[in-house]
């Protein structure tokens, strides 16, 4: 049978082996790009991940997808995939794609949300002043929310900040950003003031709309450890918290003209520490 096809080989004219050579060729290539297109697509590492109408976690779901899947992106929207799966198309969270072993079914559901984390003022505003007038409260707000967003992000939750340098965002623009994400939670960094009479000190939690009572409630019993008084949940009539319609809180940690408070303001452990309380609180929360 070798011989016969030997034979047959040197019989074929010279231009019909060079056609068949190039056609094999093209093949060849086309099968390798398709290959290596097919390995770079993202592998699913999570055990299983939800594909969803909708690209926010309140959709419904469309399918379970197991591991080991390879997702071909079709378009993506606030961190969230759109993509194909045993011909159903959906939205898939890409943040909780790569994360090994999590479970969607079991795993942490605060993995699964997307939290608004907002530093207060920013820019030519501000915000309020230390007693002395040389520190400005957008100072301490964007490093306080820098390390809770580093908190968070470790239980691989989706954060958005409204702001990370010192820039100047504007209320409706928070607010408006919480609804495009379709936040499960938007939380407002912030540092009171006296007026600078320096006589009150203290943390305070603040929320102005019911969907956020209980959330408020747990982030302040959270952070009932912390260096400085607590001065309770109270209703704020704020626009980030007013004008939001999504879940949303506002966090008062401290006085700036405070004496007491202004050194724990400044402190990295303080800000440190409140991070991880309002991380396990959130988690509590949503588990």
């Known amino acids: 049978?070798?011989?016969?096809?030997?034979?047959r080989f040197r019989e074929t004219p010279n231009n019909k082996l060079i056609y068949r050579g190039v056609v094999?060729?093209?093949?060849?290539?086309?099968?390798?790009?398709?290959l290596a297109r097919f390995l770079s697509l993202p592998k699913v590492d999570a055990t299983t991940l939800y594909l969803r109408e909708q690209p926010n976690?309140?959709?419904?779901?469309?399918?379970?997808?197991?591991?080991?899947?390879?997702?071909?992106?079709?378009?993506?929207?606030?961190?969230?995939?759109?993509?194909?799966?045993?011909?159903?198309?959906?939205?898939?969270?890409?943040w909780l794609v790569n994360v090994d072993d999590y479970d969607v079914k079991t795993g942490d559901k605060l993995?699964?949300?997307?939290?608004?984390?907002?530093?207060?003022?920013?820019?030519?505003?501000?915000?309020?002043?230390?007693?002395?007038?040389?520190?400005?409260?957008?100072?301490y707000t964007l490093q306080t929310a820098k390390k809770v967003a580093a908190e968070l992000r470790k239980k691989h939750v989706n954060v958005v900040?409204?702001?990370?340098?010192?820039?100047?965002?504007?209320?409706?623009?928070?607010?408006?950003?919480?609804?495009?994400?379709?936040?499960?939670?938007?939380?407002?960094?912030?540092?009171?003031?006296?007026?600078?009479?320096?006589?009150?000190?203290?943390?305070?939690i603040y929320n102005y709309h019911k969907n956020a009572?209980?959330?408020?409630?747990?982030?302040?019993d959270g952070l009932d450890n912390l260096p400085v008084s607590n001065r309770g949940v109270s209703f704020g009539?704020?626009?980030?918290?007013?004008?939001?319609?999504r879940p949303?809180?506002?966090?008062e940690m401290g006085f700036m003209d405070s004496s007491h408070d202004l050194p724990y303001i400044q402190s990295s452990t303080y800000q440190e520490h409140v991070a991880k309380d309002v991380a396990k609180s959130l988690d509590k929360y949503f588990n």
């Not at 049978?1 to 034979?7: A, G, K, L, P, Q």
Request: charged share 25%.
């Open 111 to 139: 993995a699964q949300k997307t939290i608004i984390i907002d530093p207060g003022h920013g820019g030519g505003d501000s915000g309020t002043l230390s007693a002395n007038q040389k520190y400005m409260e957008k100072t």
């Open 161 to 204: 900040m409204t702001r990370t340098d010192d820039t100047y965002v504007t209320l409706k623009k928070r607010t408006d950003m919480a609804s495009d994400y379709h936040a499960d939670l938007f939380v407002s960094f912030h540092f009171n003031s006296d007026n600078g009479y320096g006589r009150a000190n203290g943390y305070g």
């Open 1 to 7: 049978m070798v011989n016969r096809f030997i034979t």
């Open 237 to 245: 009539d704020y626009y980030v918290l007013r004008e939001n319609k």
């Open 57 to 94: 976690d309140e959709s419904k779901i469309i399918k379970t997808i197991p591991h080991g899947r390879h997702l071909s992106i079709i378009k993506s929207k606030n961190n969230w995939w759109y993509t194909k799966y045993n011909g159903l198309k959906g939205w898939v969270p890409s």
């Open 24 to 34: 094999t060729f093209i093949l060849l290539v086309i099968l390798i790009i398709e």
């Open 248 to 251: 949303a809180i506002l966090c």
């Open 213 to 220: 009572v209980k959330v408020a409630d747990q982030v302040a």
